[in-house]
């Protein structure tokens, strides 16, 4: 079955983010179906889903009460449009969504997918500023290496040249301002010191062109798709302050690492800090169907509203946005996730992560580590392989029984926040022996 399934897949099936030559070569893995923390094979292996599906299966595969969740709300509604109506699960989800955030975020717009919501948050930012006669600000500032999706619009404010080099020309580039990332262990003084100066250079840029300058679009506490680039939370609390010091909205990306994933209910939490757009994703159904939102606050809400003789209409849409079943799963979803936070098990694990992690970055080869709640790092030295010794590394992960996907030379883990203290040790003893396996002293 294996061999048949990969000879119809080198025909017809373009993966994402594979590199052809390399996936034609390497041993072929074709997942049938998946169960908590596990997934398992056409040919019947088990692996460890160190990385939640890409980010996303946040409560583990086939959980129980999001497939009644899901099969509950197919047998009611399957599809029903936003504009001008609505449907109970989008409603309830839009309210419940306004309860978590922060400030006065209270409106949630959905989309289909990360990259449209980012987009839709960037066009809400550029058509607030419009609303206030101020269309000079267009422009969006990020951070560098940040990633905010590959649809046109999100590529330009979050462009990563070993992503979209192709595509550069067509794209309307952000200001970039400096990484408050550094690279050192977790807890480290310079972290603290890089993300200061960070928010100098942010600083200097928004007294530089804040006149023209919408919003600043950035990954708060880690930027995933850049090698899981944690850093301290006191850059996110700066960004805050002088955004609304020189009049810049500030959009949080929190696709990723957002409910629950960096043990607060938002990464915004940590800091005490109310964005003006937050988006959403990934974890918001479970994992189980695509859906995203971007949570808006009163002022970029209201601007929308008529003004005199003049309409005002967001022209932006997607078919499935705030679909019923999708806003029935992740309004489920919330529910596990609330639930998370309010028990121990959630505390004990994400210690359990940062010891194993900090203990990986003790062993040869390894040149720093970092941990934020649910997240785990660690960076391969260039002397020891790098880019190389990290794809060495996950393979053979993968042939004792772990699943994980290397970013360059880092190597991480991001398990369902479920995870058990038994599937958390034996992710974390594969990796440390695929690592000494690899990188012997």
Known sequence: MTEDLR??????????????????????????????????????????????????????????????????????????????????????????????????????????????????????????????????????????????????????????????????????????????????NSGEPEEMAQALRAAEGLETLLKQHHQEIAAFIMEPLCQGAAGMRIYAPVYLQRARELCSQYEVLLIADEIAVGLGRTGALLACDIGDVAPDIVCLGKALTGGYLPMAVAVADQKIYDSFRTNGGERRVFFDGHTYCGNPITSALALEALNLIEEAQDSEALGARIAQLHAGIQALGAMPGVAYWKTLGMIGMFAIAEDAGGVAAARAISLHARELGLFVRPLGEVLYLWPPLNVTEDELAAMLRLLGQALASVCRT
């Open 7 to 184: 000879a119809r897949d080198l025909k017809h099936l373009w993966h994402p983010y594979t590199h052809t030559e390399t996936f034609e070569a390497e041993p072929y893995l074709c997942i049938e179906r998946g169960e908590g923390a596990y997934l398992y094979t056409t040919g019947g292996k088990a692996l460890l889903d160190g990385i939640a599906s890409w980010w996303c299966v946040a409560f583990g595969h086939g959980n129980p009460r999001l497939l009644k969740a899901l099969h509950t709300q197919a047998g009611l509604l399957q599809q029903s449009i936003l504009g001008n109506m609505a449907h109970p699960s989008a409603v309830l989800l839009a309210e419940r969504l306004g309860r978590m955030c922060p400030g006065d975020l209270n409106y949630a717009y959905f989309a289909s997918d990360g990259s449209s919501v980012t987009e839709a948050a960037m066009k809400m930012a550029v058509q607030y500023w419009a609303h206030q006669r101020r269309p000079e600000k267009t422009r969006f500032l990020s951070l560098e290496e940040g990633y905010h999706g590959d649809t046109f619009g999100a590529m330009g404010a979050g462009y990563i040249s070993w992503f979209h080099a192709p595509y550069g020309s067509l794209v309307k580039p952000s200001l970039v301002a400096p990484t408050p990332f550094t690279p050192c």
